[in-house]
């Protein structure tokens, strides 16, 4: 995952490292999915002004870009290899989401 943030004085969910627990803020928080046979760059591939992701992230919302299986930031796998292994393919979308 990538992630595109600007800080405006709103953060998402954090949690404090000296008591453990989760502090709530009020900054919204977007998941980006890329289409199929691409990778998260599709969100950021222009100026920043048209860049669906840098707009969103301008407009105050905490920004996070997914890649799912295959792509060129999410290519390894524990066991199956790309190139070589069927069932590494063997997946539907329900199972990347």
């Known amino acids: ?6 800080n405006f004085g709103m953060t998402n969910y954090y949690m ?6 989760f502090k709530q803020t009020v900054k919204p928080v977007i ?5 199929v046979i691409d990778s998260s760059d599709s969100w950021i591939m222009n100026e920043e002004s048209k860049a669906p992701a840098f ?3 301008n407009a105050g919302y905490d ?3 997914t890649n799912t299986r295959g792509n060129r930031y999410s290519n390894d796998h524990i066991s199956l290899n790309s190139k070589y292994d069927k ?3 063997d ?3 329900v199972e990347i989401s």
């Open 31 to 35: 998941l980006m999915i890329h289409g």
């Open 87 to 89: 069932a590494y393919w």
């Open 55 to 57: 707009v969103a992230a």
């Open 16 to 21: 404090n490292i000296h008591t453990g627990k």
């Open 1 to 6: 995952m990538h992630r595109v943030y600007k």
């Open 91 to 93: 997946h539907s979308f």
């Open 63 to 65: 920004v996070w870009l």
